[in-house]
């Protein structure tokens, strides 16, 4: 027993050097070709120094890390009990008795921790600081329109300023405008806003442009009025408003505390448009998803995400047991180099059918809980099935 638990601590030990070591030289790659690529693509539009694109790098970094780390472990587990094999240590730890189940359990662990640190601390993390770099970028590439956004946010602007944000929510079918609002059955608004609030709730300093087909037809628009509002909030079928304003030509300005206006937008326009399911870290996810189904949204692409994150230990738990195994059969069998193929090989396969599925969620053609599930899941017993068989017969 005491001998068993030396032999995890030093497997342990040498897994997480290992693991280290990989990811240190995979983000490290990354980040020069992400520091070129910066100084290439908005060095190309503005004048930036390469502390600037390091820093702009560094912003990424997490998400960077988030995507290589089942990648750093499978080649860690790799390089460990390939290692390990390569000084008949594996064969020295079968022959005082303990079993693969025994002298694997460390990495099982490692890789456990690892996931759950990923989806916890990681996904956040990145999250947020990929909202900084976007940020940033747009700040270097166009400079006054990030100024004209800093300025609209700091204070209350005119009616007159630069919006932010613009939407076409296309004809309406006839009978559904109400003359009140749109003022023509085929009406088509334009709108406006200044910023989106929260997580697509809502707009705020909206406004809305409408027309109606002129004497050639649809292609010929005529403007009959307009609406503004402090807030706007996208419902099923109609757009909820708050503080209004409408004015029409050779009118006098209407002011009403709310009016519903109708539309042919879907009521997750916004938040499909504005919050990408990237933009939501792990912890805020489960809410916003009963928001969405409670205000009638399409929530799978949220779904997707959420499902992915909690099944991202048992993707670092079948990456680290397909690069354990191959190399266990090292001390018997031979073949350093076909079996390290292999095992990267398989590795490569897993994260490419992981995004196959998760393609084929996206496309409605599998549900977001299997598409998550379903590949580390397989991954995992088949490896498993592997090593049983190996040991046991």
Not at 75 to 103: D, Y
Not at 138 to 146: D, V
Not at 212 to 217: N, V
Not at 346 to 361: D, K, P, Q, Y
């Amino acid at each position: 027993m005491v001998i068993a638990g030396r032999i995890q601590r030093y497997i342990f030990r040498e897994c997480l050097m290992s693991l280290l070591l990989t990811l240190v030289v995979i983000v490290m790659a990354i980040v020069l070709v992400d520091v070129v690529e910066q100084m290439r693509t908005i060095g190309s539009r503005t004048q930036i120094t390469i502390a600037t694109a390091f820093q702009l790098t560094l912003m990424k970094t997490p998400g960077l890390i988030l995507e290589t780390l089942p990648f750093a472990m499978l080649i860690g587990s790799i390089m460990t009990f390939s290692q390990l094999s390569r000084r008949s240590e594996i064969p020295a730890i079968r022959a005082s008795g303990v079993s693969a189940w025994r002298f694997l359990g460390p990495v099982m662990v490692l890789s456990l921790v690892v996931g759950a640190l990923m989806v916890t601390i990681l996904d956040p993390l990145a999250t947020r600081l990929n909202a900084s770099f976007e940020a940033e970028r747009e700040r270097l590439i166009n400079p006054r329109a990030a100024a004209a956004a800093a300025a609209a946010a700091e204070a209350a602007a005119t009616a007159t300023s630069t919006a932010s944000i613009w939407l076409s929510q296309g004809d309406l079918e006839a009978g559904a405008a109400d003359s009140a609002s749109s003022g023509s059955r085929d009406a088509q608004a334009i709108i406006s806003a200044r910023r989106v609030v929260g997580r697509a709730e809502a707009l705020e300093d909206v406004t809305f442009y409408y027309f109606r087909p002129g004497a050639k037809g649809r292609e010929d628009r005529e403007f009959t009025h307009r609406i503004d509002a402090k807030r706007a909030e996208l419902k099923s079928g109609f757009w909820q408003l708050q503080d209004v304003v409408e004015n029409r030509i050779g009118g006098i300005p209407d002011r009403r505390e709310t009016l519903a206006l109708p539309t042919n937008l879907r009521n997750d326009t916004l938040m499909s448009r504005f919050a990408s399911a990237k933009t939501i870290p792990f912890w805020d996810l489960p809410g916003f998803i009963r928001d969405g189904r409670n205000a009638g949204m399409e929530v799978d692409a949220y779904l997707l995400k959420l499902h992915t994150l909690l099944a991202t230990p048992v993707f670092m738990l079948a990456m680290s047991l397909i690069g354990a195994v191959v190399c266990l059969r090292l001390a018997r069998s031979g073949g350093l180099s076909k079996l390290i193929g292999a095992g990267a090989l398989a590795g490569f396969v897993l994260f490419f059918v992981t995004r196959l599925a998760a393609g084929m969620s996206a496309s409605g053609a599998a549900p977001p809980e299997a598409a998550a599930w379903c590949p580390p899941l397989f991954a995992l017993f088949a490896v498993l099935t592997l090593l049983a068989h190996a040991e046991d017969g």
